[in-house]
Nanobody, 123 residues
Framework: VQLQASGGGLVQAGGSLRLSCAAS????????VGWFRQAPGKEREFVAG????????YYSDSVKGRFTISRDNAKNTVWLQMDSLKPEDTAVYYC?????????????????WGQGTQVTVSS
């Protein structure tokens, strides 16, 4: 499976961005997918995850209520809708897939990673 993340950019605080994670590979529809982020000088952290069928979603406390993860297996794509953005959301965002159908919040449990897309939120 190959993952391609896109949609990052520069936005003012309070604004919105929509990240996309496009996948190749026939097994993608059976994989859980997560979004992680890494800010300069910080460890990579879990942001949101979605189960293989899209029915179960999980969010970190820092983004709950502001971000929404979704997927369309027919399009081999997962999205992360980010609203009410804050300067502390500034980071490189990565999508990742794992060879299991259920979400994991630990980065090392994911088998495939996209290249990352930069999100910068100005105050």
């Amino acid at each position: 499976v190959q993952l391609q993340a896109s949609g990052g950019g520069l936005v003012q605080a309070g604004g919105s961005l929509r990240l996309s994670c496009a996948a190749s590979g026939r097994s993608f529809s059976s994989y859980a997918v997560g979004w992680f982020r890494q800010a300069p000088g910080k460890e990579r952290e879990f942001v949101a995850g979605v189960s293989w069928d899209g029915h179960n979603t999980y969010y970190s406390d820092s983004v709950k209520g502001r971000f929404t993860i979704s997927r369309d297996n027919a399009k081999n794509t997962v999205w992360l809708q980010m609203d009410s953005l804050k300067p502390e959301d500034t980071a490189v965002y990565y999508c990742a897939a794992r060879n299991e159908g259920w979400v994991a919040i630990i980065a090392n449990l994911h088998n495939y990673w996209g290249q990352g897309t930069q999100v910068t939120v100005s105050s």
